[in-house]
């Protein structure tokens, strides 16, 4: 992606940010300016006509004339690319916006969670609509350069639809735009369409413009002579103007001398201006206007010359009408004008014929060939059809491409190779079927996979059989059927021919995955060591660093299945690293990026996991990877679940097709989400499924959610028997993290069916796993019954340290209640540990953490602290509300307790005409073993310090206590 510190691309930005030099003043042209204003106060005006019309001259001349702020974006081929278009489009916004501060460089992916380049406008639009923003124009200037792309197409009718309406949209094109929301905004009369029939000079225009050059002598007879030669055409009136102007006043016979025999420039174009150059100077434009990119180093290397650069300044700087001129690094870039370059390629390829153009695009490719300019050199050969060297650009770029995410560049370059030629090149295939299975298209992948395997074998070519099945390999992994691509990949290292390194170590990369896959771990470790080893002789060094980053990658993720995350997380790290070093590109990293977020929560690291999962999907968005950002965005839903914030899960997930998310995670999130009888049916789905494909995870991991399910809708049985079967062949496969969330579970079950000694053992290999670890998040994790296990683990002094440290970094307000059951146990130690974790998960929970460390330290009665305690833990009182009773209003710790207990524990059923009932005065004064009298002293000394003597009833005092902050919102009783 361009950036904006980069000085070529700076050029580049003040090139293509900015109008066309104009060849001179125009003429205001009232008539069209009329138009243009009537034009305004639609929602976009539209210029369609042919080259040479004066589209950019009117457009830049009335957007000048209204004074409004201007965001000029001038197009050409290469802004076909999505995320090309929106980067100069925010970058032309934030420039002649500067006000618009929430434009940074480039474009702002506020929100990665849409999947499409729609997050990048409706950043970019939320960023305009914002205060401040005032009446501006939006040119999008040579239109037709993009007009094919459907992607583009897109992106211009979401600006037509959600468009401030202080931003005017100009767009100019040579052909016509036809689309969807224009063919809405035209049919109610919301565009305003100029055509060729518009645009072209009336009679009365023209007259003003040759006067405005100085050209008055003229007669009615030559006026009407360069009227019916120019046909209205703006460019050939200047260059007639340009031709006439200092001849002297014979205009007459001047004009007699133009011939007419080609379109109305052409004859202008040879006879007076290229025939009055040199024959040198003649052969040089000829032969450089065919340059996909004109350099010096370009034209010297195509005319084996030396003298290029002074000969393109002079040109330019005599004729900057018919050139243009650039800068690339410290080399300027040339170009002709379009109706120049069209004349000087069909003059030589009139004379020269075919196949003498057909040898110099061939020479031109080979020229940017060697300077390693492919995109230019594949150019030259699709032009001189030369399909043989267009075929080997794209075997030698296609790799490097679509790891670097440009899968529609090698799309359009294998749109432009002839299908007769493709069909007979293996290699060719094998890219098609790659572009097609990044675009989620298996089935046709694998058909054309079939018949590149056909070719390679009927030439016995070893490498590419290899290389075929290993495409297939990895479309039998997308298609969830490990058994199958494990065959595939042992037949493949079968037929790899002698010295292939580079392709062993690949499939040996892949083996990783596959056994892995399958639960065959010790030959997956086995696989990385044989690709790291055959990586140390491989010849391709940028290749063979992306292995070794894929190979350390997938190693990390066998690792996390085994359960050893902190191995995990720095081999995931050390691959991450090496994508970043070595900018092995960015498909890789947002893999890397992917797995190290997950590993994050894994060991219940939200905070650190989420903000990598963002990294990665706005690099997925803005290399158009919906597929992958799909799958990021369900691994966001599942990671948001975990860490119980069911909004934002159910806010993210709502943008992602369920079809992009594993089956087990798809079924926890309904789950969690209650969606039981659903999560159900869903599992059994991928029960049989896993059978058939031969995935042991997948088949564990189904029944450990069955399990779940029949425990959370009260099947004893089912849920025993399911969870049972999914801890056996966890623990036969050795995944540990999976095998301690399902241990987790069940010990629940033991403990509700009172099997303690069973319970207890589950419960404690559980913990001790996580311990060894510090893995604070559990596989399939719920919160209430983490918090229940907890209470029976500090109970039982079962890695206690440990589970004190999960309770405060995971657990929330909603599950202090499973600790209150600890302050009534007789071990006086456990109360106190009880109380400590109470306070702690109420400290961390408040508005200032850690506020509830000193809260009761000065209160000596055990008792009356362990109640006060339990009005926490019950969500009466919140830390902040007891250091305001006691700091603002001075109340004693009893008093405290007492206020709790008479005047919080309100409901409707004991409100009696606003005041308390004698019974319940009469009943808390027993329970205190205090007399009624004593209690009323007691509240007559809490209302005196709270100033209460205006409210008599419970429900007026508990509303001042929440209007004082003494008790939070979600503390509202049943009362009404």
Known sequence: MITVSDPIAHATLLAKLSPEPQPGSLIPRVRLYERLEIGTRRRATILTAAAGYGKTGLLSSYVSSIGWPTIWYRLDQDDVDPARFLFYLAEGFRQSLPHLTRIEHGVELIDQSAGTHQASLAALIAALAGPGYCQSALVLDGFEAVSHSPEIAEILDYLLAYLPAECHLFVSSRRDIATAQLARLRQYGQVLDLTEADMAFTDEETRDLLRERGLHGLSGDSLAQIAERAQGWAAALQMLCQRLVGRGDDFDGELLEMRGVEPPISDYLAFHFLETQPPATQRFMEMTAHLFQLTPGAADNLLESADAGTMLDRLSRGHSQLFYQGLQGDEPVYRYHPLFQDFLQARLRRREGKNAIRALHKDCGQIFENEENWEAAFHHYCQGQHWRSASRIIRLQATRLIGAGEVATIRDWLSRIPETVLEKDPWLLVHRSGVLRLEDKLQPASVILERAE??????????????????????????????????LLEEALSVVPKGGHNLRAEIHTHLILGYATCGRFVEAADSFDKAMSLLERADNHRASLVLRARATRRLAWVQLQQGRIRSALQMAEQAYQLCQTESLGERTTVHCLDLMALIHATKGDFEEALPLLDRAMEIAARRGLIKLLNKLTWAKSSITFASNDFAAARAVSAFADDDSADTGGLGYVWLRQGRLSEARQLCFREMEDAEQRGAPIDLACARAVLGVVALESGNVDEAEQYLSNAVGLFDRLRLEYRLAGVRLHLARLCYDQSEFVRGRRHLLEALHFAEREQCFNFFLWQPDAVALLAAEALREN????????LCVRRLTLAQLRFFLPLLSESDAGLRELATRLILDLAGSNAQHPGAADPLLSTCKDDDLRARIVSALADQRLTVAGILRLRHAYGL????????????????????????????????????????DNTLRYHVSSIRRKLKLF???????????????????????????
């Open 950 to 976: 205006g409210r008599k009833g419970g429900i007026s005092v508990y509303q001042w206590a929440l209007g004082e902050g003494i008790i939070g919102q979600f503390t509202e009783f049943q009362a009404s």
């Open 892 to 931: 004693t710790w009893r008093e405290i307790d007492i206020f709790a207990r008479y005047y919080l524990p309100l409901r409707n059923t004991e409100e009696k005409s606003g005041s308390w009932s004698e019974s319940h005065r009469a009943n808390l004064a027993r329970s205190m073993c205090i007399t």
């Open 798 to 805: 079962l890695a206690r340290n440990y589970v004190l440290k």
């Open 454 to 487: 056909r070719l390679f074998r009927q030439q016995k070519e070893s490498d590419g059989i290899a290389r075929t099945m290993l495409e297939r390999t990895t479309i039998a992994f997308e298609s969830r059927k490990p058994a199958e691509a494990l065959r």
